[in-house]
């Protein structure tokens, strides 16, 4: 016997498939909201308030040091468990500030995705109104940068002037040994120009870097006064147009006072390079191992820091949207920041330079070179081989000429000095520390007092 069907007439069927057609859009709506809403949740940030978003969180002086404490105190396991506190972001008046604390997430960022990372901002205050745009760790990214970036390649002309520099330096050590700091800077070329774009370069440091319009103000408008600290800084701006690698040379000074107090506070580490230098007969980086190693724990021990990135277009990381147009920061300092990182660099905050030090055969193999003192991916310091060179002929003449000691004043008192970076800015500088640098015998002093002849 046949089953009986009855079909539905046509009006009764509408609902069902009205329904079932509901039900699948629905599905889709909810899929759609829920892939936008992940896609659309912005890194962890502290508290933000109306309008003016985290302005008042943007750092103006020891940025890497509070930067650092922003991304520890977030609250991230009420936000998402699965998420660490290597990434926060800021909204500074319409802006987004992004700083990655981890070296995990700089080299996945600026590193592996440095093809949309390799920008910087526009920085209205040190480009258009400062005349920093000749530079080429200012310009964006594009023809006219990769177009400069070649002339990196021209490093090796300047040996013969850093040789003549480290040489020049030895006499002013010798005639002033108290005012090294002076002579670092007169070493490495450094003029007043460099002060403004220190204390320029900090992200929001000025008003006019988030509003971009306010540079077309009067100048006698009460909160213009970056224009007066740009005509300032413009004055002054002309003197090193023609001078390669204004970073490395920033670099470098940071390096020298932070070697003069490593040698003060760590004399077994001292005389160690020292024997090193004693033991060959000319200064040759393959005999001088220990002397290599020194420079690279001078830049992880005390780096300055690097200048911001800009992201082109939008990108996610570990589930967060990250927006276009966003400043990026890595921070390589501070504790377990980079370059302070016991995954990376074990014992940080000990004064090690053997970490460095090619391993013996079965022994523990040496640490990573801390690249990252000289910036991340593309933008990476392009005078960076100048500064490494330019120390390592420092570090071997200085010692090998000169001990360097803690002050000790004529009552005999010793001076006891504390490392804290200087309260300002862009670059990671210490405080005027006072310090012993003498001849180490009387053979050195004949020396230094011969090239004092050979120079009058």
Known sequence: MDELSFPLPPSS?????????????????????????????LPPGPTRLPLLGHLFHVPKERGWERYHELCRDIDFPRLIPAIGS?????????????????????????????????????LPMINELMGWEFNIGLMPYGDRWRAHRKDAGAVSTFHPQETEAARQLLLNLYHKPGDFISHFRLM?????????????AVPGAFLVDLIPVLKYI?????????????????????????????????????????????????????????????????PDRSALPYITALVKEVLRWKPIVPLAHFLNVEDEYKGYLLPAGSLVLGNAWYHGAI??????????????????LPSHPGGTPPCQDPD???????RICPGRFMALDTLWIAFALILSM????????????????????????????PL??????????????????SLDTDTS
Request: a positive charge; proline letters at 6%; aromatic letters at 10%.
């Open 402 to 429: 000169y001990d360097i000691s803690k002050y000790v004043d004529r009552n005999g008192n010793i001076d006891e000095p504390g490392y804290e970076p200087v309260s300002a800015s862009l670059v990671f500088m």
């Open 218 to 282: 009067p100048d006698r408008t009460p909160f213009a006064y970056f224009k007066t600290f740009a005509k300032r800084s413009r004055d002054h701006t002309h003197q090193v147009r023609a001078a390669p690698y204004e970073e490395a040379k920033r670099n470098i000074i940071a390096a020298l006072a932070a070697f003069v107090f490593a040698m003060m506070t760590h004399l077994e580490v001292q005389r160690r390079a020292q024997a090193e230098l004693d033991a060959v007969l000319a």
């Open 188 to 200: 490495a070329g450094y003029v007043d120009a460099i002060h403004y774009l220190v204390e320029a």
């Open 432 to 449: 005027p520390f006072k310090c012993s640098i003498r001849p180490r015998n009387d053979q050195a002093a004949r020396f230094l007092a």
């Open 339 to 356: 370059l302070n990182d016991e995954n990376l660099y074990p014992e940080p905050s000990v004064f090690k330079p053997e970490r460095f």
């Open 86 to 122: 290597d990434i926060i972001a800021l909204d500074v008046l319409g802006t987004t500030i992004i700083v990655l604390d981890s070296a995990e997430a700089v080299n996945e960022l600026l590193e592996r995705r440095s093809h949309i990372y390799s920008n910087r901002p526009r």
């Open 13 to 41: 069927r509408a609902p069902i498939v009205t329904c079932a057609l509901g039900a699948v859009s629905l599905c889709l709506i909810l899929l759609t909201l829920r892939r936008n809403t992940k896609r659309r949740i």
């Open 372 to 378: 990252v003192a000289f910036g991340f991916g593309r």
